[in-house]
């Protein structure tokens, strides 16, 4: 049965929406690259795999950038494959730097540039200090927000920018997508910066941006409820409150909620299930009976494969996430 969406949109509309043609070309451009190895098993083959791979999430593995950002549905693959692939990091209690998360952003994505990563970190560190340590889901979720939301961010920090100014709130010039991309962004050394901007005023000029970024903005509604809490806010501030609303998390789709963010219950029944499979793991199928009569021993803890060499503060697993660290006494 096909959605109400469907059946409300022409043809041409629901396919430009699904983004159909990116998928289709990028599809014809593997087959034409891999024609040899695939004329072995099939051409139809190929496009029933590679389109499964696509309602999966997983046709965005180790792709480059341009490619990972062409649609929403590859952006919202990509975070959930970073979370999924990734989360034991949160799990353990690692506090990593901005450059140790982009480093994990490039084995999914070798050319994942520096600048959308930096852009995170500040969301969470509120300035320019992104060396200092984050805690896993502090970063995700600042990351999906800056990632997924790019454009429609660019063009806020360019209204917020024309505020300060003083600039008449009706005639602001909302840039694109491409003429906004390298627009620097406020910076907390100003003045003005702390001092923000009328909540209101920036919430008018806000409702006109989503207007035209109707694919690539949180919902108004919800923007709305963001701004309608404060009188006066700055530009991270309004950045912060994006990234830490429920809402906005549970309509992007993406990431799971903060409270389930380390649980991922297919995932670790598919990992048990490998283990299983591995020699020596799982010794209560080939220890004897007398294994029963001896104490109990406790296994070593494993660190964790991403830990950093030159740090091992943590955080402790009933925290908030914050990024605060903890001094550990050796003994």
């Not at 999966?56 to 341009?66: C, P």
């Not at 294994?291 to 660190?303: N, Y």
């Amino acid at each position: 049965m096909l959605s109400p969406e469907r059946l409300a949109l022409p043809d041409y509309e629901y396919l430009a929406q699904r983004h159909v043609l990116t998928y289709m070309e990028d599809a014809v451009c593997q087959l034409l690259e891999n024609k040899e190895d695939i004329s072995q098993y099939g051409i139809a083959r190929f496009f029933t795999e590679y389109f499964n791979s696509v309602c999966q999430g997983t046709h965005i593995l180790f792709r480059e950038f341009s490619f990972i950002q062409a649609t929403p549905h590859n952006r919202a693959s990509f975070l959930r494959a970073f979370w999924r692939c990734f989360r034991t990091v949160g799990k353990n209690g690692d506090l990593l730097t901005m450059r140790e998360y982009h480093c994990l952003l490039q084995l999914l994505c070798p050319d994942f540039p520096l600048e959308l990563t930096q852009k995170a970190a500040r969301i969470v560190l509120m300035d320019d200090a992104v060396d200092c340590l984050m805690s896993f889901s502090d970063f995700l979720f600042a990351f999906q927000i800056q990632f997924y939301y790019s454009e429609f961010l660019e063009s806020v920090a360019a209204i917020y920018q024309d505020l300060l100014s003083g600039k008449n709130p009706n005639t602001v010039i909302v840039p694109t997508s491409s003429s906004g991309q390298h627009r620097p962004r406020p910076t907390l050394g100003e003045a003005s910066m702390l001092e923000g901007v009328e909540a209101s005023l920036f919430c008018q000029c806000l409702e006109n941006l989503c207007d035209r970024h109707k694919y690539s903005c949180p919902p108004p509604a919800l923007v709305k409820e963001v701004l309608s809490n404060v009188q006066r806010l700055t530009f991270y501030g309004f950045l912060v409150a994006l990234s830490k609303h429920h809402g906005i998390n549970q309509a992007l789709g993406a990431l799971p909620d903060k409270g389930d963010l380390m649980h991922d219950p297919a995932l670790d029944e598919e990992l048990e299930r490998l283990l299983a499979q591995i020699p020596g793991l799982v010794n209560s199928v080939t220890a004897g009976p007398e294994a029963s009569c001896l104490p109990a021993r406790t296994p070593p803890r494993v660190g964790s494969p991403w830990r950093p060499l030159h740090h091992t503060r943590k955080v402790d697993a009933e925290s908030d996430g914050s990024t605060e660290e903890t001094d550990e006494s050796e003994t």
